[in-house]
């Protein structure tokens, strides 16, 4: 499995305006807890979180990567909606310093 499979099966899911996932497997191979599955961390913005606590964000995260989810050994997931990810990423001059819909 790869974050290629992840990010078709988030994108599918969840439709996000900005997906990043970095593949942090190569960090932990080795370790005797990692049972051979990948390491990702996810950063989404996704308007289908709006309204939704932290938890609930998480939750649709993991159902849509349910089908690899026996392959994966550690998930960290960021959910933003896209006004929270715009306020958290403004530059001096006022404009985002990451643009949504730009992968």
Request: charged share 20%; aromatic share 4%.
């Amino acid at each position: 499995m790869n974050k290629e499979v992840l990010e078709e099966l988030l994108r599918n899911a969840l439709s996000p305006e900005f997906l990043e996932i970095e593949d942090r497997t190569e960090a932990h191979s080795g370790h005797a807890s990692s049972g051979g599955g990948g390491h990702y961390a996810v950063r989404i913005v996704s308007s289908r979180f709006e309204g939704l606590a932290p938890l609930a964000r998480h939750r649709l995260v993991n159902t849509a990567t349910d089908p690899v989810r026996q392959e994966i050994h550690a998930l960290t997931v960021k959910a933003y909606t896209p006004e929270e990810f715009a306020a958290q990423n403004q530059s001096p001059t006022g404009r985002p310093a990451i643009p949504l819909n730009v992968l």
